[in-house]
């Protein structure tokens, strides 16, 4: 029977035609209903005529509908699929402005730091309400969460309900991209061993066609080539590279994450992380970026004939998966059942794990270095902290998870329990909990 794929935050210029298309594409989906839900019904034929377009492109029998209905939405769902941003722009100007008053400048400010600390709490009752509905119209389908701070909110969703629920994020993804072209080797021939959280998943070991390529990664950089691309990307990942020779693994994210989880890398000496390659990303950007998905979108609907060009995103993959039993081994934000010993049981961890028809689950259990252990379990409990916050509406426990963070917890404590009132005070309409 064909699946059912709800699409929650189904008007997103930015995720739904790069889901869709790799949904056209993947053979065992072809014949899928695409339910797509928002709460801004402005965009919704646009993207039902879309998706029409392209299965009409195609020649397959994929069908779909639009509604602003969770309910409607989920009912017989087989997997849900979540791209939300709770309180858009209009929240996140907060989550950068009022911590840049007291001397925190944040890189991206939708993981970890005072803006992701901020989000999560945003996201989270809203991702429970979701669950909770699911759990009573379609038990037994998967949440595919694609929505940040990751890992934070599969945790809320796996603490608090019954619904299986996995992050996927493209961050290992791109890094192994990167590797690939400074290595020189195809991206398939590698082979990862991944433990930690999301946007700081960090690989342990590293193989190429079997063999160690954490030997070749050092020597490429004790002796860069002159070739400029090599160069340029080398620049573009100083941060992840400064931390491989320090600690021997490689962080598997982007810079412009990494350095919110290593505060010492975005500070005024650095020029705000400019010594390091990382430009700060600011609303403007997010906007900026947002015109260029509203013009790819405009170009798509006049393409004839389906982009073939992978994503690079892991929702059709796992989807397809499930539904084939087609073995895959993909970096998941899940539950930690053992994936990751260093940390607590229970908590959501992104680690290399095993897909078929089966459910997820991890390989062979990954140890990090004992300073990085300890670090990400501090990044841990910050997480932890904020999910209690945002379930019981205890502002205290968002000060405890600011102070547990590695960034927020860094400048004078009376400061930061003013900046966390300024945040509470500035987000209040898009925080009941704390009413």
Known sequence: MAPRIVVVGGGSYQWVPKLLIDVVNTESLREAEIVLEDVDPAPLPDMVAFVEHLAALARIPLTVTA?????????????VVVTISTGGFDSMRHDLAIP???GIRQAVGDTVGPGGVMRALRNIPVLLGIARDMAELCPDAWLLNLTNPMTTLCRAVTRETPVKAVGLCHEVAGAQHTLSRLLRADYDAFELTVAGVNHLPIVTELRVDGVDAFERLRALLDDPPADERVRLRLAANRVKFALFERYGVLPGAGDRHLVEFFPGFL???SGWGERWGVALTTIADREAWLDYYKAEFENLRAATEVPKEHSGEMVAPIIDSFETGTSRVLPLNLPNAGQCPDLPVDVVVEAMCAVDRDPPRGRTPVTLPPVLAEWVRR???????????????DRDRVVDAMLLDAFAGRIDFDSLVRMTDDMLAATSRWLPQFA
């Open 267 to 269: 500070t005024e000496q």
């Open 379 to 393: 990044i841990v409990g910050s997480q932890e902290a904020t999910v209690e916050a945002a379930v019981t509406g």
């Open 100 to 102: 840049e008053r007291y």
């Open 67 to 79: 509604t602003t209905d969770q309910r409607e939405a989920l009912s017989g769902a087989d997997y």
